[in-house]
T-cell receptor, first 117, second 111 residues
Framework: DAGVIQSPRHEVTEMGQEVTLRCKPI?????LFWYRQTMMRGLELLIYFNNNVPIDDSGMPEDRFSAKMPNASFSTLKIQPSEPRDSAVYFCASRTPMGGRGSDTQYFGPGTRLTVL | RKEVEQDPGPFNVPEGATVAFNCTYS??????FFWYRQDCRKEPKLLMSVYSSGNEDGRFTAQLNRASQYISLLIRDSKLSDSATYLCVVNMYTGGFKTIFGAGTRLFVKA
């Protein structure tokens, strides 16, 4: 049973370039989350979707960040233009539907380690 | 005040020791609670959910105290492989869904 899939696993880019991170959630999960993790700030929720609809993007740091979920099996997080302070690990997670024990649980992908030079 | 607070540690314990972590949350609307484990340079992974009745999984016991708004994780007979960061997670449903991760508690188990 495949877990959450993210690509690329590592990305090194130069300041000013566009970066696109990709995520495939676990089939059947109805929520998808994008997180960013740094040593200084820990794990931060950027945005989440429910049934492909963006629900809360209050964690998106600024307009350079955008996220889409065109269908239930794919989401992207885009940074344009990228800056050195965007360097972090970006995790995607999906969540089991509500109802019963074991629900409401997030499962994380392996993350994308982004370095902006 | 942070909505979810954990002692960052690090906790340095010998193999075989019992260690306990606490996590406090500020929003009484919090409804579901979890402990995640994160190894260095890896993604967070669910360790266990925390239920009002408390729950145990082998050497791990999680408890929830709604009145005092804290959850705890007890690890008995610590193993070297338990060395990791333990994240407390709180989900809330207040006009919408919200999930908050604590900053994590680092545990080092020494031989």
């Amino acid at each position: 049973d495949a877990g959450v899939i993210q690509s690329p696993r590592h990305e090194v880019t130069e300041m000013g370039q566009e970066v696109t991170l990709r995520c495939k959630p676990i089939s059947g999960h109805d929520y998808l989350f994008w997180y960013r993790q740094t040593m200084m700030r820990g794990l931060e929720l950027l945005i989440y979707f429910n049934n492909n609809v963006p629900i809360d993007d209050s964690g998106m740091p600024e307009d350079r960040f955008s996220a889409k979920m065109p269908n239930a099996s794919f989401s992207t997080l885009k940074i344009q233009p990228s800056e050195p302070r965007d360097s972090a690990v970006y995790f995607c997670a999906s969540r089991t539907p509500m109802g019963g024990r074991g629900s409401d649980t997030q499962y994380f992908g392996p993350g994308t380690r982004l370095t902006v030079l | 005040r942070k909505e979810v607070e954990q002692d960052p540690g690090p906790f340095n314990v010998p193999e075989g020791a019992t260690v306990a972590f606490n996590c406090t949350y500020s929003n009484s609307a919090s409804q579901s609670f979890f402990w995640y484990r994160q190894d260095c340079r890896k993604e967070p992974k669910l360790l266990m959910s925390v239920y009002s009745s408390g729950n145990e999984d082998g050497r791990f016991t999680a408890q929830l105290n709604r009145a005092s708004q804290y959850i705890s994780l007890l690890i008995r007979d610590s193993k070297l492989s338990d060395s990791a960061t333990y994240l407390c997670v709180v989900n809330m449903y207040t006009g919408g869904f919200k999930t908050i991760f604590g900053a994590g508690t680092r545990l080092f188990v020494k031989a």
